[in-house]
């Protein structure tokens, strides 16, 4: 089964505008981590939230963990032409030694 | 501080052909791991490396992909015979092995590999 579902698959927004992106996963985790890969480009760490964690803000991002419904929202504030890129979440298990990625949520920002 | 880097950016093969990637991770990283992305899908482990030694294979798709490390320095992933499916783009990425530290993994900018 696959760890790390991203919600939705696709976003387009215009630039200014608040992007907001779901993950959900399926077993116990250690923390979640998500990333960024821009066209073409290798992956970019974003931010990294610990189980016992609930929210935690970087800049222009905030991200929350409900490890209650396994979930996890990335939200993207004051959206810039240049946050136009593919957004991963993943998942370090608690008992693991590797990430588990989703598929990735498609943002694109017009503008 | 140099990043991880991979070689090549591209690749472009017939079926049947031999490839080979090769990536440097970051100095002083014991951490070496390899994922891809196929058809725009999610990324997938493929292997773990402390230092030399593999630590987990489960993510090898089949045993026409063979991954080194030897020196416990750059790793090198070779893909023989190429098939159609392992079309994609190869992830290598390395990390510290103290805990801690060892979950910010570090990402190189990927091989796309084209399998016609």
């Known amino acids: 089964s696959q760890q790390g579902e991203e919600d939705p698959q696709a976003l387009s927004i215009q630039e200014g505008e608040n992007a907001t992106m779901n993950c959900s996963y399926k077993?116990?985790?250690?923390?979640l981590q998500w990333y960024r890969q821009n066209s073409g480009r290798g992956l970019v760490h974003l931010i990294l939230?610990?189980?016992?964690?609930r929210e935690k803000h970087s800049g222009r991002l905030r991200v929350t963990l409900d490890t209650s419904k396994k979930s996890s929202s990335l939200l993207i504030t004051a959206s810039r032409a240049a946050d136009t890129a593919s957004y991963f979440c993943?998942?370090?298990?608690?008992?693991?030694?590797?990430?588990?990625f989703g598929e990735g949520t498609q943002l694109t920002v017009n503008p | 501080e140099a990043g991880v880097t991979q070689f090549p950016s591209h690749s472009v093969i017939e079926k049947g052909q031999t490839v080979t990637l090769r990536c440097d991770p970051i100095?002083?990283?014991?951490?070496l791991y390899w994922y891809r992305r196929v058809m725009g899908k999610e990324i997938k482990f493929l292997l773990h490396?402390?230092?030399?030694?593999?630590?987990?294979e489960s993510g090898m798709p089949n045993n026409r992909f063979l991954a080194e490390r030897t020196g416990g320095t750059y790793s090198t992933l070779k893909v023989q015979p190429a098939e159609l499916e392992d079309s994609g783009v190869y992830f290598c990425?390395?990390?510290?092995?103290?805990?801690?530290?060892?979950?910010?993994?570090?990402f190189g900018p990927g091989t796309r590999l084209l399998v016609l």
């Open positions: 490396f402390v230092k030399e030694s593999k630590q987990d």
């Open positions: 077993t116990s985790i250690n923390n």
């Open positions: 939230i610990r189980s016992n964690e």
């Open positions: 990425a390395s990390s510290h092995v103290d805990r801690g530290r060892r979950e910010t993994q570090y």
């Open positions: 993943a998942t370090w298990e608690t008992s693991g030694s590797r990430l588990t």
């Open positions: 100095s002083g990283h014991d951490n």
